[in-house]
């Protein structure tokens, strides 16, 4: 093995100091070895060696050769290897990252130090009374100290504030607030009004919490990790942010209600995959969420061998599309109705037993929870498969106003982004696991929210987000396509 030369050891040494890593000098000439492999494409490869590294579960920062060694001997025999020769293939493999809901870290705000703090210790699925009064209190804090932050409701360093004319202005909240969106329990507002002498505090004008910028945000939480994926230096985030303007033929394709019981909806999907096979450049991801099955598979379904098959017949129809197979990824987020142990949220992945049949045939389809997010590049996309709208509108106290809007899809999205979290109904009416209901929340707002969701398909911008539903596929035959590039949505239909 040729020594690694000067400018080789010292790129190599800066590259894994930013993802946090140290190499040994045995480790060091391992990296350079799988380099060398790839002339015309070292920083993708590298990329990819790094991406792959922080997957693994290591017992030190300090990489020796075996560490280095193990994750190359999985890189070349697996499929993103074979094609890392190609630039393209392996810059957007390596660009996305998916989050699973049970890795997203927990932070509390302290109200004293006016700081998060991370939660460490391990957190347990079945919680105490103490965690579920957390839970209230976590989503309280967090809504209060963006609120504290905002110049209209900031305490002024004077008890009053005077006018030219020495009166004290009093300045209406109801411009300031957000107004749309559906009242419902457990949701936080902001009230103005007057508090009576027998007690009463009478409500003048309500609303919800003032949206903060995502930037603004971000500069409060001292470099931690909210998102999950962990955390990126900012020479990294420069690079990162270059490469995803330059992705401009990247695109997600986004089906909810993929029956695969149900045949006329597999033939639907047949058509769609067909279509994507056949042009020049093929999507960089498929996300398929649920339900995959056109019943509730409840206690009384009895069918899970025959959908186990049914995700095997899935999987050839995805490798019988060989562009498709070679170059796209495959998400799989599961519906509220589909196989699992309970319907709370998140929701963990889909069992092993039923997707078994299908990796055999799609190896590198990603399984994953329901919410789950996913980072392109920079760029935070959040997936929730969940018929919110129809259950929201239900549990609403107080019909929204239609002053600024009727569409109860943009009054749904002002609702979960106002309120940062994405679903904020009643527990009796969506139970939550009480120690895990921060991987709901949207705080910082992401880039891009997708809400899977039985109802007409919709796509709308709301303060810089992007939020769109991509409809029933089952049903409505309905699609979309997210350029994340541009935070393009297309909203795509078959024609009956």
């Known amino acids: 093995m040729a020594a690694p030369s000067a400018a080789t050891r010292k790129k190599l040494q800066r590259k894994f100091r930013l993802r946090g890593f140290t190499l040994k000098v045995d480790a060091l000439e391992e990296a350079a070895a799988f380099l ?13 060696l790094l991406d792959e590294l922080d997957k693994e579960t290591l017992q030190s920062s ?3 050769r075996d560490a280095v060694r193990r994750v190359v001997a999985l890189l070349v025999e697996a499929e993103e290897a074979v094609d890392a020769a190609s630039p393209a293939a392996t810059s957007s493999r390596s660009a996305l990252r998916v989050v699973d809901s049970f890795v997203v870290p927990r932070f509390h705000y302290d109200p004293i130090k006016k700081v998060f703090y991370e939660h460490t210790s391990r957190l347990a ?16 804090q967090v809504l209060l100290q963006r609120l504290a932050r905002d110049k209209y409701f900031s305490k002024p360093a004077f008890d009053t504030v005077m006018s030219e004319d020495n009166n004290c202005e009093i300045t209406s909240i109801q411009s300031l607030i957000g107004c749309t969106g559906f009242f419902v329990e457990n949701t936080v507002i902001v009230a103005e009004g007057e508090l009576l002498s027998n007690g009463i505090f009478q409500v003048n004008t309500c609303g919800f919490p003032p949206l903060e910028d995502r930037e603004a945000s971000l500069s409060m939480l001292m470099g931690h990790d909210f998102f999950g994926g962990g955390v990126i230096p900012t020479e990294e985030i420069v690079r990162l942010s270059s490469l995803e303007k330059k992705a401009m033929n990247d695109m997600f394709v986004i089906l909810s209600d993929v029956w695969l019981d149900n045949s006329e909806t597999m033939e639907k999907l047949g058509v769609v995959l067909d279509g994507y096979d056949s042009v020049e450049v093929v999507p960089s991801l498929f996300v398929l969420m649920g339900n995959f099955c056109s019943r509730p598979c409840n206690l009384a379904f009895n069918s899970f061998e025959e959908l186990r098959l049914q995700f095997g017949k899935l999987g050839e129809m995805i490798a019988a599309r060989s562009r498709l197979k070679e170059h796209s990824r495959f998400l799989f987020v599961p519906g509220p109705d589909d196989a699992g142990p309970s319907r709370t949220l998140p ?8 997707t078994e049949e299908l990796q055999k045939h799609i190896p590198n389809a990603i399984f994953v929870s329901n919410p789950c997010r996913v980072k392109f590049y920079t760029q935070e996309i959040v997936f929730f498969r969940q018929d919110l709208l129809y259950r929201m509108r239900r549990s609403c106290l107080i019909p929204p106003t239609t002053e600024e809007t009727s569409d109860p899809f943009e009054h749904l999205v002002a609702t979960i982004t106002h309120q940062s979290h994405l679903c904020p109904l009643p527990l009796t009416v969506q139970p939550i696991i009480w120690n895990y209901d921060h991987c709901l929340r949207l705080y910082p707002t992401p880039h891009t929210i997708v809400l899977g969701d039985k109802s007409e398909q919709k796509a709308f911008k709301y303060t810089g987000i992007t939020c769109f539903n991509p409809g029933s596929f089952a049903n409505d035959s309905t699609f979309a396509a997210y350029r994340p590039c541009t935070k393009e949505v297309e909203l795509s239909a078959l024609e009956s």
């Open 36 to 48: 060398a492999r790839f002339p015309d494409a070292e920083d993708d490869a590298l990329d990819l």
């Open 62 to 64: 300090i990489l020796d």
């Open 125 to 140: 699925i079945h919680g105490e009374a103490g965690d579920k009064a957390a839970l209230y209190r976590d989503r309280y």
């Open 347 to 354: 929701r963990c992945a889909l069992p092993k037993y039923l």
